[in-house]
């Protein structure tokens, strides 16, 4: 995870989608990284786990995290909406 993150060189404000984000795994990492002036979009397919991530969005912190139900043919992301991107 963190080769990850460094390789995404994420600064503190940035927005990031975590796209699959799952359990939020790295929901998480890349939360630190962007810090509490930052977002993460957490998308998934799955309504369990964008629930799941809705549950511990504060625990998920310290970065505004927004989990977001997508179908699996769209991530619903408008360009130019985040600064990274991971999938």
């Given at each position: 995870p963190e080769v990850i993150v460094a390789a995404l060189a994420l600064n503190p404000g940035m927005s990031v989608a975590d796209i699959g984000a799952g359990t939020g795994y790295m929901v998480s990492?890349?939360?630190k990284a962007v810090g509490e002036d930052g977002m993460v979009i957490a998308i998934d397919t799955s309504s369990e786990m964008v629930k799941y991530l809705s549950d511990r969005?504060?625990?998920?912190?310290?970065?505004?995290?927004?989990?977001?139900?997508?179908?699996?043919?769209d991530p619903e992301l408008q360009p130019d909406s985040v600064d990274r991107v991971l999938t």
């Open positions: 990492r890349l939360s969005a504060v625990e998920l912190g310290p970065a505004k995290i927004h989990p977001k139900h997508v179908g699996y043919d």
